[in-house]
């Protein structure tokens, strides 16, 4: 049965406090793809709504859709250029489909992982509801209002004209995946089991809470179980048999049960082992199947201490993580789990074992990943509370809306192994007495609230809790109610203990973000409490520019109060650029390197993202945050971390390129691993030896440039470990095109990502062109995005075209649905082109 199966929904088995537990997450397994047949239309239009309506004007479609990306960026669009400066708007989808055979009968559901935002639904002319979060997952009972011989219209209004909303890029439309269930009268409800266990080394306990639910026509008695299987599919174990009853005055039941599993193979960041867990549900009379409700786990442990830090399965490790917003760069905030895993991919080679959904619950998609891939999560729900931070923000709903989908956030993503803590806030206001931003522009909202607040606004020691420190202690007991089993945090800039969140008591994690000059301080504030960076860094950076020397430092902006600018508008890659209230990549490291009591942290970010462009205005439009650009092209600093957190990878990375003007004064830079030093060489001449200094994971020398060749050699104990050279390119003379997967699926989403690199004749990279690239393809794939990493570029994401950033750009290539070749080509005037070819299976 189990090899039927097709959507298999991720659950895993975590440990906090002596308690372990499971999860459901992304599509419920009972459901199919809604995602193809929809038809558009951008721009309010509720005529849509009605059954009657002639929909072959309309646009056709298939989801997951951001009608954001596909505008052209201007400095007009009211989300602002700290929303990306893209379009907003009311768009209008609309679906007809009629009810298979085997769907007669059964109860129907449509599942939406998300839509941005205030979406309101209707089928065949109903009005279902509307959902104003735009990050919450939610569920509709079509049943009542079906056709069941007939043509359905279904048909969903989106709505996101009030800008700006968000701090970030949000994107538009019914952005994630959208599924439909058909189940019996009697089933298991959406994300309706919860399964919790102690685990040991050598003994997994597991408890398995199931919901059963049914309006059956007279008193049904049903039998349930459920059986374990290990990751070959061989079943190892089984919970007894129980049999309960439902009728008109009993629609729904809790059943308990459990089983016990000998020496688990534990899940962990290295050795992310899954089992599946299949429960069935049958009428006890006539033995009929009623609902299969399938469950991929993973069991282990792990403990927060306030001295020692982390701990996983018993072993203490650091929390190596970063903050990740939703976007998928030129994809825009449009779900595709390859785009997803992709990211995943690039920061766990650079050693990445965390990830925080930065600041809203995550598309299922990425839980259901970094269960499988073995990446810890910091599970969000809100940027904002009852005070707002945007003039047309999530804190207009709050009141009416928080319990539900903090409610639900929880019970789907409670049972994930990779998420092992909660933040019910990301520099919430309320952390202050009084605060207000929503009199400010959007980029002085985002700088203020990291400059601070007076003691004033501070609660006092001895007075009884205001009502923000209720709220906190209402929101982190709901989380504890649902899930008693992960610890509770939330991100927070006020690093006082007089912060309100703080002062709740509420807290089982007191989470920082930045203030590096009070980690210090943490044990004796909170001495009972665990620590950890919930962000740090934001360090800025532009893939590619360097500003010599590298040694100044550039701390931008200023003041929030005071506009900033400079004419390159690009930040240095040297690690020597940051904001006031961050720090250097180094710097931060160091701190959790040397703190025993630090239990991680999560830098600001592992790419970066459309929107937010401190610390510059227009015409820059996404961020210099990212270790990883926008392109999905690593920065230099990507390579300090694969050398700290890789000890398995021997690194040896030399920057900058070697192109630059005869007699110039040059700061060469090398990070590296499994060495004791490094030395330099220019066209063949030693310019000494270097390691790095303390507190530092870099080498440096400071040469005149030569045109030739730069190279480095590390060693260990006079052994060579590793050997980088750079070579002066030449003029611009072809383009090389390098896939990320030459094979890709053929299912018409799958995606491979073209790497586009301006060479010399030689074939060195040419660091500085900016050549324009026009892009073929055809056959079976076609061009989903292009891109560069420039953080000022107002080149269209949905382009055959795009100029080279550095010397490099990128271009996404989707399967169209068929199987056979994928033929790319890319021209530029002056260059020798380049052709490749790619497979679709």
């Not at 033995?287 to 701990?311: H, K």
């Not at 609660?459 to 809790?465: D, I, M, R, S, V």
């Not at 003007?661 to 310019?687: C, H, K, R, T």
């Not at 891109?787 to 950033?805: H, T, V, Y």
């Amino acid at each position: 049965m189990l090899s039927k199966v097709n959507l298999i929904v991720m659950v895993c088995l975590v440990l906090f406090g002596g308690a372990a537990i499971f999860s459901v997450s992304a599509a419920d397994p009972r459901a199919v793809s809604f995602n193809n047949g929809w038809k558009f239309n951008l721009g309010d239009a509720p005529e849509m709504a009605s059954p009657d309506f002639d929909d072959s004007g309309s646009r056709n479609l298939s989801l997951p859709h951001d009608w954001a990306i596909e505008g052209d960026f201007n400095i007009d669009n009211p989300s602002g250029t700290g929303g990306g400066a893209l379009p907003g708007g009311v768009g209008w989808y609309r679906k007809s489909f009629s009810l298979s055979p085997s769907q007669t009968g059964k109860q129907i559901f449509i599942d939406f992982d998300g839509a941005y935002m205030n979406s309101t639904v209707f089928i065949n002319g109903h009005e279902l509801g509307t959902r104003p979060y735009g990050y919450a997952s939610f569920s509709y009972d079509l049943t009542p209002y079906l056709n069941a011989d007939g043509e359905n219209v279904i048909a969903v209004r989106v709505d996101n004209a009030e800008q700006p909303n968000s701090r970030w890029y949000s994107g538009c439309g019914i952005y994630r995946n959208v599924w439909l269930r058909s189940l019996n009268a009697i089933h298991i409800p959406l994300w309706g089991q919860q399964i919790s266990s102690a685990v040991t080394d050598s003994l997994a306990s597991v408890s398995i809470v199931t919901d059963i639910v049914g309006k059956p026509s007279k008193t049904t008695k049903v039998s349930i179980y459920t059986a374990l299987m290990d990751a070959a599919g061989k079943m190892i174990g089984k919970t007894e048999t129980q049999t309960v009853q439902l009728g008109k005055k009993n629609t729904s039941v809790k059943v308990n049960s459990g089983l016990d599993l000998k020496n688990p193979h534990l899940w962990s960041t290295e050795d992310p082992y899954l089992y599946t867990l299949a429960t069935y549900v049958s009428d006890a009379k006539s033995g009929e199947l009623l609902d299969t409700y399938i469950q991929t786990t993973g069991f282990r442990y792990f403990n927060f201490d306030p001295a020692t830090g982390f701990s996983l399965n018993g072993r203490p490790m650091k929390i190596n993580g970063v903050c990740m917003h939703h976007d998928l760069g030129a994809l825009g905030a449009a779900v595709n789990t390859r785009a997803i895993e992709r990211q995943l991919e690039i920061l766990k080679e650079m050693g990445v074992n965390a990830y925080r959904a930065s600041h809203n619950p995550p598309a299922p998609e990425v839980l259901d990943l970094c269960d499988r891939m073995g990446i810890l999560v910091m599970d969000e729900t809100f940027d904002m509370w009852r005070k707002k931070k945007t003039s047309h923000d999530y804190a207009r709903y709050f009141p009416d809306w928080h319990e539900k989908d903090l409610t639900d956030l929880i019970v789907r993503d409670r049972n994930h192994p990779s998420v092992i803590m909660y933040s019910i806030g990301n520099e919430v206001l309320e952390q202050w007495s009084s605060a207000k931003a929503d009199t400010l522009s959007l980029e002085q909202a985002n700088l203020i609230l990291n400059f601070g607040h007076g003691k004033e606004n501070l609660a006092k020691e001895g007075e009884k809790l205001s009502i923000n420190s209720l709220l906190t202690k209402k929101l982190a007991g709901m989380v504890k109610e649902l899930d008693p089993s992960r610890p509770v945090t939330a991100g927070c800039n006020e690093p006082d203990p007089g912060n309100h969140l703080f002062r709740s008591g509420a807290l089982d994690i007191i989470g920082y973000n930045y203030h590096d000059n009070w980690f210090d301080s943490v044990p004796g504030w909170f001495p009972e409490k665990p620590f950890i960076i919930t962000e740090s860094v934001s360090a800025l950076m532009t893939r590619g520019y360097y500003r010599m020397p590298s040694d100044s430092m550039f701390i931008w902006p200023k003041r929030w109060d005071i506009a900033f600018t400079d004419s390159t508008f690009s930040c240095s890659s040297y690690d020597n650029c940051h904001v006031p209230w961050g720090n250097t990549h180094e710097g931060t490291l160091s701190h959790v390197d040397n703190k025993d009591f630090i239990a991680g942290q999560f830098i600001w970010t592992g790419f970066d993202y459309l929107g937010e462009p401190t610390p510059f205005g227009w015409p820059a439009r996404s961020s210099y945050f990212g270790i990883v650009d926008l392109a999905g092209i690593p920065k230099d600093i990507y390579y300090m971390y694969q050398s700290q957190w890789r000890p398995d990878k021997t690194v040896l990375h030399l920057f900058p390129h070697w192109n630059w003007e005869p007699g110039q004064e040059i700061d060469m830079w090398a990070y590296y691993n499994n060495a004791d030093e490094v030395e330099l060489f220019i066209n063949g001449e030693s310019q000494g030896t270097r390691k790095a200094d303390a507190g530092k994971y870099h080498a440096s020398w400071r040469v005149t440039f030569s045109p030739g060749s730069v190279k480095a050699v590390s060693r260990k104990e006079g052994r060579v470990v590793a050997t980088r050279e750079i070579r002066t390119a030449g003029a611009p003379d072809r383009i090389r095109l390098t896939p990320d997967r030459s094979s890709i699926k053929a299912d018409g989403k799958d995606l491979s990502y073209v790497l586009v690199e301006i060479l010399d004749k030689d074939g060195n990279l040419c660091p500085w062109a900016e050549n324009q690239v026009t892009f073929e393809v055809s056959g079976s794939g076609v061009n989903e995005g292009v891109d560069n990493g420039s953080p000022i570029s107002l080149e269209r994401f949905k382009d055959d075209k795009r100029k080279a950033f550095y010397g490099k750009a990128m271009l996404i290539v989707r399967n169209n649905g068929s199987e056979g070749p994928i033929t790319v080509t890319a021209t530029s005037p002056g260059l020798k082109p380049f052709t490749t070819t790619l497979n679709s299976f």
